[in-house]
Structures are given as structure tokens and as C-alpha cells.
T-cell receptor
Framework: AQTVTQSQPEMSVQEAETVTLSCTYD???????LFWYKQPPSRQMILVIR??????QNATENRFSVNFQKAAKSFSLKISDSQLGDTAMYFC????????????FGKGTRLHILP | NAGVMQNPRHLVRRRGQEARLRCSPV?????VYWYRQLPEEGLKFMVY????????ESGMPKERFSAEFPKEGPSILRIQQVVRGDSAAYFC??????????????FGQGTRLTVV
């Protein structure tokens, strides 16, 4: 069975700093997608970034980037120049590729950006 | 992303009543997923449906819970004889094809069910 583990329940950083959220996963699949979702207080789930496992290049989206280490089954999210609006729960997620399957989520990291 | 509509946003039920949660997917999406989120927890998969078919219900309790996604109309998650432990936020997501094909899943804002 696939599992996703986020070892940091809560983190706080000052505005404008860089922060890294950790995620590890366990799977026997060789092809899959990894995601980071953001859930602000509004509860809306927002896709932040996606990584295809077959791609060696780390995905980036503006201030958000990932460090994908396939052999180590690690998928961390780096937020640069953090902003107050980045305050939210962040969920790491996994889905096998090319199959009818569901997205599996970690338990989340609550991130506070301090003014 | 705002295209997935869930209603109601908040639902209060007494123990023993029935709860019906509705999800209208993004127009043109034929895949719907239901997740449950307990306080301070991640999203736990419940059921995956395509139009008129249940593909995977491995996360759904065997009793009291059912889900459907009819040819016409929204997907419905139904909880019969609710108990306090059913109190949670229930999220619906939809995608154009299966998420395993890399398509993005769009989430609704959830229904917060409170059982009193």
C-alpha cells in the first residue's frame, strides 16, 4: 500500500524567509505523480505544484519549487520569499500513473508566516 | 477550480438522522472522488466514481455510507443514522479523466458535517 508521510506537523517562519516542508512516501510503483496542495483557512484545496516521477528535473512554480529524490522517495517543497498569504496547511500527495486510482494524502504541515 | 460546487457548506444533524452531501463536478468532468477530513488530519479517501459506476469504494465504511454519481445530476454522498464520529469535513474532487493520467483534480470547498 502507498503511504505519504509528513514529519513536520507545524512550522513558523518570518515573512520573506525561505522554508522547506518535508515529505516522504512509500510505494512499489515506478511511475507516479506527486503533488503539493495548499489549504488556507477557507478550506479550499489548491494545487501548488506537481511532479512526474519519470522527470529528473525538479518542478518549479514561481516562488515554489520541489526537491524530488526518487531513490530516497523524498519530495520536499521549498517556498522562497514567503508571504503572509502562504499561511495554510500544506499536503503532500501521491497518485500512481496511468491507472484509475485515488490521490493519497499526507497528514499535512501547518505553516505560519509571521509578519 | 471554483467549478466544483458542494452543498451545503455546513450541515448539522442529530444522531440517527440522515445526511446528504451534494457535489456538482466541473462541467465535462466524469470522475468524482470523495474524501473525509477529520480535524488536524489529512484527507482520507472514501470513494471514487465515474458516471453511474463506483470504481473504488475501499475507503468507505461498509455500513451507513453510500455514494452515487448518476448520469444526470450531482454526485451524492449519503450517511444514514449519523453518529458523532461522522463529524468531519467532506470534500469532493473532480477530474476530466482519471488522476492517474496526470490530470489535475479540482476540489470543492467541502461540507462540514456536525452531528449533535
Amino acid at each position: 500500500a502507498q503511504t505519504v508521510t509528513q514529519s513536520q506537523p507545524e512550522m513558523s517562519v518570518q515573512e520573506a524567509e525561505t522554508v522547506t516542508l518535508s515529505c516522504t512516501y512509500d510505494t512499489s510503483e515506478s511511475n507516479y505523480y506527486l503533488f503539493w496542495y495548499k489549504q488556507p483557512p477557507s478550506r479550499q484545496m489548491i494545487l501548488v505544484i506537481r511532479q512526474e516521477a519519470y522527470k529528473q528535473q525538479n518542478a518549479t512554480e514561481n516562488r515554489f519549487s520541489v526537491n524530488f529524490q526518487k531513490a530516497a522517495k523524498s519530495f520536499s517543497l521549498k517556498i522562497s520569499d514567503s508571504q503572509l498569504g502562504d499561511t495554510a496547511m500544506y499536503f503532500c500527495a501521491f497518485v500512481p500513473m496511468n491507472r484509475d486510482d485515488k490521490i493519497i494524502f499526507g497528514k499535512g504541515t501547518r505553516l505560519h508566516i509571521l509578519p | 477550480n471554483a467549478g466544483v460546487m458542494q452543498n451545503p457548506r455546513h450541515l448539522v444533524r442529530r444522531r440517527g438522522q440522515e445526511a446528504r452531501l451534494r457535489c456538482s463536478p466541473v462541467k465535462g468532468h466524469s470522475h468524482v472522488y470523495w474524501y473525509r477530513q477529520l480535524p488536524e488530519e489529512g484527507l482520507k479517501f472514501m470513494v471514487y466514481l465515474q458516471k453511474e459506476n463506483i470504481i473504488d469504494e475501499s475507503g468507505m465504511p461498509k455500513e451507513r455510507f453510500s455514494a452515487e454519481f448518476p448520469k444526470e445530476g450531482p454526485s451524492i454522498l449519503r450517511i444514514q443514522q449519523v453518529v458523532r464520529g461522522d463529524s468531519a469535513a467532506y470534500f469532493c474532487a473532480s477530474s476530466q479523466v482519471t488522476t492517474g493520467e496526470g490530470t489535475e483534480a479540482f476540489f470543492g470547498q467541502g461540507t462540514r458535517l456536525t452531528v449533535v
